[in-house]
């Protein structure tokens, strides 16, 4: 998996990256997350992603 930045993100849906910091900025408050990397281990503990496995590097 690899992480995106909001510029990454806002080319591939067509928004600004100022949208995309807003966006993520809301998720994580109605989350009551810290941060981007909070929100993957919330989504992995809630069996939303799979861990990427990193044995071959």
Do not use: C, W
Request: zero cysteines; aromatic letters at 6%.
């Amino acid at each position: 998996m690899a992480a995106f930045s909001n510029a990454d993100i806002g080319e591939q849906l067509y928004v600004g990256d100022q949208t995309v910091k807003t966006h993520v900025s809301r998720v994580l408050a109605k989350l009551g997350l810290r941060d981007r990397v909070h929100a993957v281990r919330f989504a992995h503990h809630h069996g939303l992603i799979e861990p990427h496995d990193t044995s071959g590097l």
